[in-house]
């Protein structure tokens, strides 16, 4: 019997730009071998125990001694999902898992295109068509590119000139300073509803035609505000850092820094921004594939690698004969693939959710499967048979497929920017019965602004929590008027602390205004972001009295030395870069005149991000401009020192004047 040496390989190759903040942040763990243990279930690799799994796959008896390379997040080993297997499966594998094939729906041929939709899906195909995902990623046209590329567009920043031009449908990004020269040439959009992004290659500047720069497609350094109609910074695409150590695009370094100073679009941001067949993204974005699949997913690596990728085969190579260095190889490309040449499309199209659909558009009357099938795929669920319909588990895991990640967390784990809904989702108890689609029409744009009522949003609410849907019972459960602000569902328990883009949205994450570990560490909370003006004493008073919460008193004292002090002004001064952000986005809604001064001081915040949040919250308090006051968010503390004390002569003179609130603030 030949020796079984099977490379379960779980590479993790972080979810688009999204998820980048695995990399920036020591977040994701490094590929490493190392030796299974014996029958029992405990294993190690470099330290870290795995026994867990290995009961959960049956696999650990056969498998022992025998080499295994796999990557997980930091602080979660044995939780792996998804196994590749260069050689034959063991059988205690093969026991407690069940074959999905021979029919396929995640293989490169399976998939046709949202065009062959459109003929029986006319509506859906239409909505999808004006939704931001369609126009996530595209070629640079004249029918995508949103950003002002006229002769006048330009951007002064840290001392020097970024210009922009079109000469047909070739669009450029020209940047200068100190008579160095850097041209890049546009190839492609990002995003269309708040800003547009850029995606492209150098073609003028101090770098050999080798060079990365040069080489390879990734994220260009100013992308265009829609909204304003202006050109700024990007954000996100880095670490975002104070004024000094953000990365300087005028000077970009000979050595780079993957994810941190360089961000290769397939690499970093195209897994999720366009749509690649599921069978190739296995290899490509493994963790967030794979960490809520309905399932554990076992592959025949090599066996799918030579039906699809035969590009990928080393000439002469052989299950048998290959080495780990091919084998690892292999995913590693496959991450590199940019999306124009080996995409199903680029944007987030019908089969990103459906997956292909060959079969369904060849015989209409087979339905396509919400679940991953393939004769090179075995699944384990518990349960020996596949649930290929709208299942809750199938119709989130499309979703989770791309909404998960890690970002910087506040102090309840909840993500601090958007884009991993789904991993803040997990933190609650909710989505164990709700579903993405409940809240969400997959077809259908958001738009610029939610728009479903507050009342639509509390009546999802309660078809699980009857109880509230009386009058009485609701005010009793809220201590507020029915119909108002503070008895709507998701202002207490989604409260908008997300930040994204130009708006502080609704975490995902569904959590109490009572949570402890918010309050005590002086982080938000649902109660203050409506009265910013309030001291904390004044809310735990009401969460006694109400709820009959208590806190921990030393805790307590430590993060609020001011105890009389307004909350929003103490959080204006948090060292907490995303809490102060948040304020500024709550105070800009509930009109804060009682913290103007604080306000006009936020322009002046080291975090650029941060200041572009003062920025609006600064021009909707006062119904100004601030360009007429000579101030732009991204300029340099130099810059600001002079439009800042014409800002504050202004409002101690009284020449700037609140804006009045509504009667109470908006839902």
């Known amino acids: 019997m030949k020796k079984i040496k099977p490379y379960l390989l779980g590479f993790t190759l972080l979810a688009a730009c999204a998820s980048i903040a695995f990399l920036l942040n020591g977040w994701l763990q490094k590929p490493r071998l190392g030796a299974r243990g014996p029958a029992t279930g405990d294993a190690s690799t470099e330290g870290d125990q795995e026994g867990s799994q290995d009961q959960a796959t049956g696999a650990a008896p056969e498998v022992s001694n025998a080499a295994s390379f796999r990557v997980f997040p930091k602080g979660e080993p044995g939780r792996e999902k998804l196994f590749f297997w260069w050689d034959e499966m063991v059988e205690g594998a093969k026991r407690v898992s069940f074959a999905t094939g021979p029919e396929s729906n995640i293989h490169p041929d399976d998939y046709v295109g949202s065009d062959a939709c459109q003929k029986c899906h006319k509506k859906n195909h239409q909505q999808w068509s004006e939704h931001p995902h369609r126009w996530m990623n595209a070629v640079a046209s004249n029918e995508t590119v949103k950003g002002d590329f006229s002769e006048q567009a330009q951007i002064q920043y840290l001392q020097g000139t970024a210009n922009f031009s079109q000469t047909d449908e070739n669009y450029r990004m020209r940047l200068e300073r100190d008579g160095r020269v850097l041209e890049y040439a546009v190839e492609q959009t990002l995003g269309s509803r708040f800003f547009q992004y850029y995606i492209g290659r150098l073609v003028t500047g101090g770098f050999p035609e080798e060079h990365p720069y040069r080489q390879e497609q990734h994220v260009l350094p100013f992308g265009f505000w829609i909204e304003k109609n202006e050109w700024v910074p990007i954000v996100h695409v880095g670490p975002e850092l104070p004024d000094g150590k953000r990365f300087d695009p005028f000077a970009p370094p000979e050595q780079i820094m993957r994810g941190v100073n360089f961000l290769p679009y397939a690499r970093y941001c195209n897994v999720c921004h366009t749509t690649f067949p599921l069978g190739d993204n296995l290899f490509r974005k493994t963790y967030t594939l794979a960490k809520h699949a309905p399932g554990i997913m076992h592959i025949d690596m090599p066996g799918y690698i030579e039906d699809f990728h035969q590009e990928l085969w080393d000439a002469g190579m052989t299950r048998e004969s290959a080495t780990p260095e091919q084998i690892e190889r292999i995913p590693s490309t496959l991450a590199n693939y940019e999306a124009s040449k080996h995409a199903v499309s680029l944007g987030i199209s019908c089969e990103a959710c459906h997956f292909g659909c060959d079969e369904h558009v060849k015989n209409p009357k087979k339905l396509p499967s919400f679940a991953p099938r393939s004769e090179h795929l075995r699944i384990e669920n518990g349960k020996q048979q596949l649930e290929t319909g709208k299942t809750h588990a199938n119709l989130n895991w499309a979703c989770a497929r791309c909404h998960t990640g890690d970002r910087p967390r506040f102090a309840a784990g909840m993500s601090t920017w958007n884009s991993t809904e789904y991993s803040d989702a997990m933190?609650?108890?909710?989505?164990?019965?709700?579903?993405?689609?409940?809240?969400?029409?997959?077809?259908?744009?958001?738009?610029?602004?939610?728009?479903?009522?507050?009342?639509?949003?509390?009546?999802?609410?309660?078809?699980?929590?009857?109880?509230?849907?009386?009058?009485?019972?609701l005010v009793a459960h809220t201590h507020h008027p029915a119909g108002t602000s503070g008895s709507r569902c998701m202002n207490c328990h989604m409260p908008k602390i997300n930040e994204g883009l130009q708006d502080v949205v609704r975490t995902h994450t569904i959590f109490s205004p009572t949570q402890k570990d918010m309050i005590e560490k002086n982080h938000l909370n649902a109660c203050n972001l409506c009265h910013t003006e309030q001291p904390i004493d004044w809310t735990l008073t009401h969460l006694k009295e109400w709820y009959g919460t208590s806190f921990d008193e030393a805790k307590l004292a430590a993060a609020y030395p001011a105890r009389t002090q307004a909350v929003g002004l103490g959080w204006l001064a948090s060292e907490n870069e995303a809490v102060r952000l948040v304020t500024l986005g709550a105070m800009r809604e509930n009109l804060d005149a009682f913290a103007a001064a604080e306000l006009i001081e936020a322009l002046d915040d080291p975090f650029l991000l941060n200041r572009q949040f003062a920025r609006l919250a600064v021009e909707a308090l006062f119904a100004i401009e601030l360009e007429d006051y000579g101030y732009q968010f991204y300029m340099t503390p130099d810059e600001r020192r002079e439009p800042l004390a014409k800002l504050r002569s202004a409002l101690q003179a009284g020449d700037l004047q609140a804006v009045a609130p509504a009667a109470q603030p908006a839902d």
């Open 427 to 473: 933190l609650g108890h909710c989505y164990s019965q709700l579903k993405c689609i409940d809240c969400h029409a997959p077809h259908q744009a958001t738009g610029l602004k939610w728009s479903h009522t507050p009342a639509e949003d509390d009546a999802k609410c309660m078809k699980c929590h009857q109880q509230y849907e009386d009058e009485k019972a």
